[in-house]
């Protein structure tokens, strides 16, 4: 195994951390501990998730031709609010809401591969699809998109305040202004932010995505080249 003092020197102990408790050891399996394993564990969730606060805090600092947009905690017990939210934002919020809980039951029950697992689904769900596809939103300035990605970074970061940290108190620090991640308690999202049907179709959406992604990678086609057609068949 690589010397643990040089692994924290170049990729951080938040990483050493991530790979052994998302790792099978946890439930008493094998592990080989490799530093490529630990290099993965940077690429796949500690950039991504930096990146993403990255990407915030550039486009909330150039709003207003520079003088920034204070971005605010959504009030999410307050069903007119969500509901006059961009459908992304509420199936964001809805996914946000089944991190924490999911989250919290697995934590409470040692399960902690499975709340490794569950973070790593939200970041694909943020990064991958959230953000991806919500640009040119940041590019008009549309508070509902900052108020929304803030409210996200927030609750995500306390989620990941037991499983990553350092991260996580850097990352809820710069956006709350606030004493330390670790003195607060868990992240509470009201019920009313759930629509299971809305996350069922846009779940759906991102499986044809992701497959068509395949399938153009299969046959060597650019993800800029637009298809002459697809034809999709769900149930």
């Not at 170049?10 to 630990?38: C, H, K, Q």
């Not at 459908?87 to 919290?104: E, F, G, M, N, P």
Request: aromatic share 10%.
């Amino acid at each position: 195994y690589p010397d643990p003092a040089r692994v924290f020197d170049e990729y951080g102990s938040d990483a050493m951390r991530w790979f052994l408790m998302s790792s099978p050891v946890v439930r008493g399996g094998n592990l080989i501990v490799t530093e490529d394993a630990i290099r993965d564990t940077v690429r796949q969730i500690l950039l991504p998730l930096w990146n993403t606060y990255y990407f915030f805090t550039l486009y909330a600092g150039a709003a207003n031709h520079g003088e920034g947009f204070r971005a605010t905690y959504l009030d999410m017990s307050d069903p007119s609010v969500v509901a006059g939210l961009d459908i992304q934002d509420r199936y964001l919020l809805s996914h946000t809401r089944k991190l924490a809980t999911t989250v919290r039951a697995q934590l409470d029950a040692y399960d902690i591969p499975g709340a490794c697992q569950g973070v790593r689904e939200y970041i694909d769900i943020l990064t991958n699809w959230y953000v991806r596809t919500s640009r040119d939103r940041f590019w008009n300035e549309d508070a509902g998109a900052f108020n929304t990605l803030y409210t996200a970074l927030v609750v995500l970061s306390e989620v990941n305040a037991p499983l990553l940290p350092l991260l996580s108190e850097e990352m809820w620090r710069g956006l709350t202004g606030g004493r330390s991640v670790h003195l607060v308690d868990w992240p509470e999202v009201p019920a009313t932010v759930t629509d299971d049907a809305l996350m069922a179709q846009m779940d759906e959406v991102r499986a044809i995505v992701s497959a068509t992604h395949s399938l153009r990678k299969a046959h060597k086609l650019r993800v800029r080249q637009p298809l002459q057609s697809l034809t999709v068949v769900t149930t």
